[in-house]
Nanobody
Framework: QVQVEESGGGLVQPGDSVRLSCVVS?????????MGWFRQVPGKEREEREC???????????YYTDSVKGRFTISRDNAKNTVYLQMNSLKPEDTAVYYC???????????????WGRGTQVTVSS
């Protein structure tokens, strides 16, 4: 059984930094999957999650939504079955539940992700 577990969220102030982690267990071929970080705000459905960043299976190709470019960095450690999201210069509009997803493709479409974690809340407020 595949399990995806995010961690690292919390309440932070504008300008602060946070690193999210996502550990995937139950997939022996983690290094064959693309990974993505999405975020969801209240009132939005799962398929409306915003793709924040994606990373391909080897880690040498990444994507960022425009609003986080230059502030967020996605990375992965295939030896640890883990993907990270370093978030710097956080803004109140970054407040959301952040989800980690596993995909066969490097895609920004939430419906094409096969496994999801339960999410971790990030709240940016002074």
């Amino acid at each position: 059984q595949v399990q995806v577990e995010e961690s690292g969220g919390g309440l932070v102030q504008p300008g602060d930094s946070v690193r999210l982690s996502c550990v995937v267990s139950g997939r022996r071929t983690f290094d064959k999957y693309a990974m993505g970080w999405f975020r969801q705000v209240p009132g939005k459905e799962r398929e409306e999650r915003e793709c924040v960043a994606t990373i391909n299976f080897s880690g040498d190709t990444t994507y960022y939504t425009d609003s986080v470019k230059g502030r967020f960095t996605i990375s992965r450690d295939n030896a640890k079955n883990t993907v990270y999201l370093q978030m710097n210069s956080l803004k109140p509009e970054d407040t959301a539940v952040y989800y980690c997803g596993v995909s066969h493709l490097g895609t920004t479409t939430a419906d094409l992700y096969v496994d999801w974690g339960r999410g971790t809340q990030v709240t940016v407020s002074s």
